[in-house]
C-alpha cells in the first residue's frame, strides 16, 4: 500500500453523493443504536461479574471506589432510575455513550480534514470491532472514550482558534474523563509529544488558557481524590498493584501479543493502515493533522506495549488510542481513494454487529466443537443459574444470610439475588481488604445465622476458626454452558466466635 499524502483528483465515495454528511451519519448512527438497544433487549448474556460489580456500587454513589473511579457508578444509577435493574438497563448507557462519540469524532475529523474524512471517521469508529463488542457490555472505556473524544476535540479547537469556551470543556472532559478511568492522564502525553512539532500547541501551553483547563480538570477531579486520601489510598495501591501483577519480567512476546491484540480492538484495516503510517513516518512529510493524531494515539499503545513486555495487559488498556488512530487512518485511506479498503472497513464492523446480536441472543447454546474452550460464552454464563441454585439451597438449609469467598460470586448474587430478601457477605481473608465487598459487607459475627457459605475453599478447618458449627453440604453447581458449568462449595455455617470478622486463607481440610 502506497501512502500518499497529496489530494488526489479521485473517484467519487458513496459520501460525494450525499448533500448533507452530518444529517446522514447522524441518521445512520442513530439506527444503529436503535438496534443495538434493541439487541440487548434480547440478549440472553449475563451481566459479567465486572458489570454486576459495577451495579452494585450504583446502588450507593460515592466519590470513588476501591479500585475505580465514580463515574460508571454514577451512570449506572442514572441509567437505573429510567429504565430499571434489567441487564439491558444496566447496559443501556453504553450505545448510547458511542453514538455520542462516533459524532465527536466527526468534529474532529471536520475540523482537521474535510467533511469527507470526517463521515468516514464517525462510521468507522462507531463500527470498529472493539466498540461493536463494547457496545453490549458496560464497562469504564465506555465513558472514558467520551470524555477523551471531546476533550481532544475542544483541543483541536483550541490550536484553531483558542477560545475560553473551548477551555471549560477542555479542563470538564478531562476532569469527567478521569473520574471515569485514570488512564485519561495519558492525554496530557499527547499534549506534550504535539508540542514537540507544532508551534501552536507550545504557544498555547504558555497561556493562561491551558493551565486553566487543567485547573477546572483538578477541581473535577478533587472529591474523587479526597475520598481516596480518606480511605488509605485504596485505588492507588490496587491499581498499581494490578500494573505490577506476578512481578516485572522481560517478556518482549508479550508485548508483540498486545500489538497483534490491537487488530481486533481497533479494527484490521485501520490499525493496519496506522501500522503503516508510522513505518513511513520518518521518509514522509505527513500533514500537520496526521502528527496531530498520532502524537495522540502513541502514548497508550507505547505504554501498554512496555507495560506488557514487564508485567501484564489487558488488551483494551490502550483503549483510547483508537480514536486518534482511527481518524488517521481513515484520513489516509480518503487522500489515496481507498475506497474498497474503507467500505471493507465498515462492512467488518457489520458483520461483526450481526454476529454478536445473533449469538447474544442465543448464548446459552452457542458452542464452538474442536477448540479447548467450546463454550464461548462460559465466562458471562450461569451466573443467574448460580444465583437461582444459591437461593434454593439457603431456602432448603433455611439460612440466614450468605457468604462467598470470590469477588465475583458476590458481585454476582447481589444483583440477581438483588429481590430475594437475604443478607449478602464476603469473607475477608486477610486484613487488609482486597476488594470494595471487603469494605463493606465484610461478613462479622453480627451476621444473621446461620449463613450459607458459598465458597472455592474446601477446608472446614478455615471456617471453624469463625464458626462453631460447619456443616457440609453438597455442591452447588449452575450450567454456564452446553459443555461447561460452575461448581461451588457449600457449608452452613453458625455459631460465630470472637469479635474479629473471618480472616485466612484456604488451608487444612
Given at each position: 500500500m502506497t501512502l500518499d499524502t497529496h489530494t488526489l483528483a479521485s473517484p467519487r465515495s458513496a459520501a460525494d453523493y450525499i448533500t448533507a454528511p452530518l444529517p446522514a451519519m447522524l441518521a445512520i448512527l442513530f439506527v444503529l443504536t436503535v438496534v443495538r438497544l434493541i439487541g440487548l433487549k434480547f440478549s440472553t448474556v449475563d451481566l459479567f461479574f465486572d458489570e454486576a460489580q459495577y451495579?452494585?456500587?450504583?446502588?450507593?454513589?460515592?466519590?470513588?471506589?476501591?479500585?475505580?473511579?465514580?463515574?460508571?457508578?454514577?451512570?449506572?444509577?442514572?441509567?437505573?432510575?429510567?429504565?430499571?435493574?434489567?441487564?439491558?438497563?444496566?447496559?443501556?448507557?453504553?450505545?448510547?455513550?458511542?453514538?455520542?462519540?462516533?459524532?465527536?469524532?466527526?468534529?474532529?475529523?471536520?475540523?482537521?480534514?474535510?467533511?469527507?474524512t470526517a463521515f468516514w471517521s464517525g462510521l468507522a469508529i462507531a463500527l470498529a470491532t472493539g466498540v461493536v463488542f463494547s457496545a453490549r457490555i458496560i464497562s469504564t472505556d465506555v465513558p472514558l472514550l467520551l470524555f477523551w473524544s471531546l476533550a481532544l476535540l475542544a483541543y483541536v479547537e483550541l490550536l484553531e482558534r483558542p477560545r475560553w469556551s473551548w477551555t471549560v470543556v477542555l479542563g470538564v472532559a478531562v476532569g469527567l474523563g478521569l473520574l471515569a478511568k485514570y488512564a485519561m492522564v495519558y492525554f496530557y502525553l499527547g499534549v506534550a509529544l504535539t508540542a514537540l512539532f507544532d508551534s501552536r500547541a507550545r504557544a498555547l501551553l504558555r497561556t493562561g488558557m491551558f493551565w486553566g483547563s487543567a485547573l477546572i480538570a483538578l477541581l473535577v477531579l478533587l472529591p474523587n481524590l479526597f475520598w481516596i486520601a480518606s480511605h488509605d489510598f485504596v485505588t492507588f495501591k490496587h491499581t498499581g498493584d494490578n500494573i505490577q501483577g506476578n512481578g516485572p519480567g522481560f517478556r518482549p512476546l508479550e508485548g508483540l501479543s498486545f500489538i497483534v491484540s490491537q487488530f481486533g480492538v481497533i479494527g484490521p484495516i485501520t490499525f493496519g493502515v496506522f501500522l503503516i503510517g508510522l513505518v513511513k513516518l520518518r521518509g514522509t512529510r505527513f500533514p500537520l493533522a496526521d502528527r496531530i493524531m498520532i502524537a495522540f494515539a502513541i502514548p497508550p499503545l507505547a505504554l501498554i506495549t512496555a507495560t506488557a513486555m514487564i508485567t501484564h495487559y489487558n488488551a483494551n488498556w490502550a483503549a483510547t488510542a483508537a480514536i486518534s488512530v482511527t481518524i488517521f487512518a481513515i484520513a489516509i485511506l480518503v487522500r489515496e481513494a481507498r475506497w474498497r479498503l474503507i467500505y471493507a472497513t465498515v462492512c467488518i464492523g457489520l458483520i461483526a454487529q450481526t454476529l454478536f446480536l445473533v449469538t447474544d441472543a442465543v448464548a446459552p447454546k452457542v458452542s464452538v466443537p474442536f477448540i479447548a474452550k467450546p463454550d464461548v460464552y462460559e465466562r458471562t454464563m450461569g451466573w443467574r443459574n448460580l444465583a437461582d441454585a444459591v437461593k434454593s439451597r439457603a431456602t432448603e438449609a433455611n439460612a440466614k444470610s450468605i457468604v462467598a469467598d470470590q469477588r465475583a460470586v458476590v458481585a454476582e448474587l447481589l444483583y440477581y439475588l438483588r429481590d430475594a430478601g437475604i443478607p449478602i457477605y464476603a469473607w475477608r481473608s486477610q486484613t487488609a481488604p482486597s476488594d470494595q465487598f471487603d469494605m463493606d459487607i465484610p461478613l462479622t459475627r453480627d451476621a444473621p445465622q446461620p449463613v450459607l457459605a458459598v465458597v472455592e475453599c474446601p477446608a472446614t478447618n478455615r471456617y471453624r476458626a469463625t464458626f462453631a458449627t460447619?456443616?457440609?453440604?453438597?455442591?452447588?453447581?449452575?450450567?454456564?454452558?452446553?459443555?461447561?458449568?460452575?461448581?461451588?462449595?457449600?457449608?452452613?455455617?453458625?455459631?460465630?466466635?470472637?469479635?474479629?470478622?473471618?480472616a485466612g486463607s484456604c488451608f487444612g481440610s
Open positions: 451495579w452494585s456500587w450504583a446502588q450507593h454513589p460515592e466519590f470513588g471506589y476501591f479500585s475505580k473511579p465514580p463515574l460508571l457508578a454514577w451512570l449506572i444509577a442514572a441509567s437505573e432510575h429510567v429504565c430499571g435493574s434489567s441487564e439491558a438497563c444496566v447496559r443501556a448507557p453504553a450505545p448510547v455513550i458511542y453514538f455520542c462519540i462516533a459524532t465527536i469524532v466527526y468534529f474532529i475529523a471536520r475540523r482537521l480534514y474535510d467533511e469527507r460447619v456443616e457440609t453440604l453438597p455442591d452447588i453447581t449452575a450450567v454456564s454452558g452446553p459443555h461447561s458449568k460452575r461448581a461451588y462449595r457449600a457449608f452452613l455455617l453458625s455459631g460465630a466466635s470472637g469479635e474479629k470478622q473471618p
